[in-house]
């Protein structure tokens, strides 16, 4: 399945470059939804909330109501979590507030799947350098997502896997680390950062793998009318 991406800054749709320069902004959020209408999931981010400052939750809260979407940013308790779906949210995506410093943050992931459903739950493991970054990317963790991934499964329905290192840079993606995930869990993992050409996204099937698309498709590089062409063809 392809995904597309709905990043929101300031009330606007953004694509940044490693999370923290602003590369460009697209149309109004409704306008962005509308255009990906054919796909079935949407993929919305509050950079604002993800980052502690600021949020966008009506216009969030809109696109939800609006189209299947997954939304993350700034979910920190489980009452955001429930106020989401409760919005019209299909799936909830918890990033930072999935780890402490110690480790997995156990005590608040049962909360959240107790609250929404474990199957609701998307966890975010944003890698960078080969270690998790959290809180908008710009703290790391001396953790590893291939070795922690397994002990999150117990909390969620799949996982949305981030390779920070060419997020936005339009550079292509990292597949062996994408394969060495794959490997180590048989939940439904959604592979984001610097996928660029349809090569990938067909690699990235073969391994059972969704693609949540930006940059190359803010950019023009890939084509929304042949990527929904893709997303609809019989898997192989």
């Known amino acids: 399945m392809i995904i597309p991406c709905i990043d929101l800054m300031d009330g606007k749709v953004v694509q940044l470059v490693q ?6 902004e697209g149309a109004p959020p409704l306008d962005m939804l509308e255009r990906f209408s054919a796909f079935p999931e949407i993929q919305v981010i509050d950079l604002d909330a993800a980052i502690g400052k600021g949020e966008n939750n009506s216009i969030v809260e809109l696109l939800a109501s609006r189209a299947r ?19 019209g949210a299909y799936r909830v995506i918890v990033g930072t507030s999935a780890f402490t410093a110690a ?20 966890i975010a493991l944003d890698s960078k350098g080969g270690r998790i970054v959290v809180k908008g990317w710009r703290e790391s963790i001396n953790l590893r997502a291939e070795d922690v991934i397994v002990d999150l499964e117990p909390y969620c329905g799949g996982f949305l896997c981030t390779y920070v290192d060419k997020e936005g840079m339009m550079q292509g993606t990292d597949l062996a680390w994408f394969a060495r995930l794959r490997a180590a869990t048989s939940l439904e993992i959604t592979a984001a950062g610097g996928i660029t050409t349809l090569e990938e996204i067909r690699a990235l099937m073969d391994l059972r793998i969704h693609s949540a698309l930006g940059m190359a498709i803010y950019t023009g590089k890939l084509d929304l009318a042949e990527l929904a062409r893709l997303n609809a063809a019989p898997a192989h």
């Open 19 to 24: 999370g923290r320069e602003k590369a460009l």
């Open 69 to 87: 979407c997954r939304v993350g940013g700034g979910v920190r308790t489980p009452e955001r979590a429930l106020s989401l779906k409760s919005c």
């Open 103 to 122: 480790g997995v943050n156990r005590p608040l992931l049962e909360e959240i799947a107790s609250a929404i459903g474990r199957e609701s739950v998307v």
